[in-house]
């Protein structure tokens, strides 16, 4: 289906998937900020704050990070650090002693696993605590520079309102999502997956909300199949 580029003062609500071109393109300039939210300065940083990050807000990770990093900056320093001490700087997060056990036991097998230094490998992050297949790809895609989409909430939900998926399992969905930007895509350096995957965590943050969808004001609103639909259906 031919869809204008150009944003439209009305539009008529379409039928099929919103062209993945033009929503790539149009993120970008409309977050041209998207970047991750969580503050680091190398790899096991961005590692372990990610990790942190499960079930609480970027927000309250960069609350407790900074006070981690300044006592255990580097993987054999945190491998060596008592869970006590741990917990108490990442309790405000909840489940502090999980969070802790999972840092440290993370650390230590980057020092025995991997000379203390973060592997730019899918299996090889999986195969450590607390890391899974969008954890690894939030870290690749920031860090290494791949094109690889991390599926939450938000990708997951922009992903099934633009017409992209029907799926609700991340990883379905990122096979959807990946198949479709290469059926639309121009090859612009907008459609990276890791770039495209902030820009929908921003819009879905900011616009397209769980809740309230500011259709209105959305600048995909002549692509969108969903546009209007979400609020009246109350479908997430
Ligand atoms: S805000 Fe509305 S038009 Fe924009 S992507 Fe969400 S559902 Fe579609």
Known sequence: MVQSSA???????????ADA?????????????????????DAFELLVATVLSAQTTDVRVNQVTPALFAAWPDPEALAGAADADVTEIVRPLGMGATRARRIIGLAQRLVTEHGGEVPDSQTALEALPGVGRKTAHVLRGAWFGHSLLAVDTHVGRLSRRLGWTEQTD?????A????????????????????????????GRRVCTARAPDCGSCVLVDVCPRIGLTQQAGVA
């Open 21 to 41: 071109g033009i929503v790539a393109s149009r993120l970008r300039d409309l977050h041209l900020d998207a970047r991750t939210e969580l503050d680091h300065s």
């Open 176 to 203: 959807d999502v990946v198949g479709r930007v290469a059926a639309d895509g121009t090859g612009s350096p907008d459609e990276d997956l890791a770039v495209l995957g902030l820009r929908l965590i921003l819009h």
């Open 7 to 17: 944003r439209p003062g009305a539009a008529s609500r379409p039928v099929g998937p």
């Open 170 to 174: 991340p990883r379905k969905v990122e």
